[in-house]
């Protein structure tokens, strides 16, 4: 079983970027590969999506802000935000499966007002 680990979270102003990196302790090479996140409150709720081909999609919350994307020789994979706002609070959780599973400690974002 591949081990996913991220990082890159923090506290950033609405508006700010944060890139959140998503490192396997395996191959991701013929893995389709998705971000997600859970909000103080509320559900975990699917984000971004990369394929092995690298074909994307998004979340309508976040479609034109975010990029997925993946670097397979580094067996890892990205989430560059942009325009963030205060509703992107969450922990944010890369995963192998869609819906998830076997979830890892995720990483913090913050965007304040």
């Known amino acids: 079983q591949v081990l996913l680990v991220e990082s890159g979270g923090g506290l950033v102003q609405a508006g700010g970027s944060l890139r959140l990196s998503c490192a396997a302790s395996g191959s991701i090479s013929y893995s389709a590969m998705y971000w997600y996140r859970q909000a103080p409150g509320k559900q975990r709720e699917w984000v971004a999506f990369?394929?092995?081909?690298?074909?994307?999609n998004y979340a309508d919350s976040v479609k034109g802000r975010f990029t997925i994307s993946r670097d397979n020789a580094k067996n890892t994979v990205y989430l560059q935000m942009n325009s963030l706002k205060p509703e992107d609070t969450a922990i944010y959780y890369c995963?192998?499966?869609?819906?998830?599973?076997?979830w890892g400690q995720g990483t913090q974002v913050t965007v304040s007002s």
């Open positions: 990369v394929g092995r081909a690298g074909n994307t």
């Open positions: 995963n192998q499966y869609y819906p998830g599973r076997d």
